[in-house]
């Protein structure tokens, strides 16, 4: 009889701290997403993307600025222009238009 006593005094002390892990092995997922603390693939992906953009649009700069020693004093449409021509990269056919207009936007400075 002392045995189940003890046992059943052991699971009302334990009782609370279980619950406690329950919920938060539920919620804690959802929690920590809420707060941003998780990266998703879609939030990984967009992240890859803008970094390959960054670079590409570095390198068709630097062609750029070879081709054309100041193209900061070019207008708009030149200097658009310019950088349709350098951000085709090896391989492709056409240029993206986000390296083309990071591009663009890199050439003014």
């Known amino acids: 009889m002392a045995m189940t006593g003890t046992a059943g005094y052991s699971w009302e002390t334990i009782k609370p701290r279980a619950i406690a892990l329950a919920i938060g092995l539920v919620m804690g997922p959802f929690i920590s997403n809420f ?13 890859l993307s803008q970094s390959v953009t960054e670079q590409q649009a570095l390198f068709c700069e630097a062609r750029a600025r070879a081709d054309v020693k100041e193209p900061s004093k ?5 200097r658009r222009n310019l950088a349709e021509k350098w951000a085709v990269m090896p391989g492709k056919t056409s240029a993206e238009s986000g390296v083309v207009s990071a591009c663009a936007d890199k050439l003014v400075g």
Do not use: I, N
């Open 35 to 47: 707060l941003g603390w998780q990266v998703t693939s879609s939030s990984a992906q967009r992240q």
């Open 74 to 78: 070019l207008d708009y449409t030149a």
